[in-house]
Nanobody
Framework: QVQLVESGGGLVQPEGSLRLSCAAS????????MAWYRQAPAKQRESVAS???????VYAASVKGRFTISRDNAKNTVYLQMNNLQPEDTAVYYC????????????WGQGTQVTVSS
């Protein structure tokens, strides 16, 4: 029932930009905190950006100033605008939805590949 479907990944050159989208369904989107995580080969999955139901945002230090997370509650969609991409940003990016920091109401998408290379 719950679905999170990421899109927008691909191959991009260093200093380029991509915009990721995550379309959500099966839950009350406006009541959930949303986040983007990423996992690179041989590395742990890490949170890169989060947006609260209030609209407040949190960014990992590695992406602060380059990435922007936003949400459109009318479209049940969360976005990640990624600018000035660097090779170290290469990873699978995952969309996450969480209700009040619970484990019961914690949902994940399948992921979308982002590759930054010359």
């Amino acid at each position: 029932q719950v679905q999170l479907v990421e899109s927008g990944g691909g191959l991009v050159q260093p200093e380029g930009s991509l915009r990721l989208s995550c379309a959500a369904s099966g839950f009350i989107f406006r009541n959930y905190d949303m986040a983007w995580y990423r996992q690179a080969p041989a590395k742990q999955r890490e949170s890169v950006a989060s947006i609260h139901t209030s609209g407040s945002t949190v960014y990992a230090a590695s992406v602060k100033g380059r990435f922007t997370i936003s949400r459109d509650n009318a479209k049940n969609t969360v976005y990640l605008q990624m600018n000035n991409l660097q090779p170290e940003d290469t990873a699978v990016y995952y969309c996450n939805a969480n209700f009040r920091q619970s484990s019961r109401y914690d949902y994940w998408g399948q992921g979308t590949q982002v590759t930054v290379s010359s």
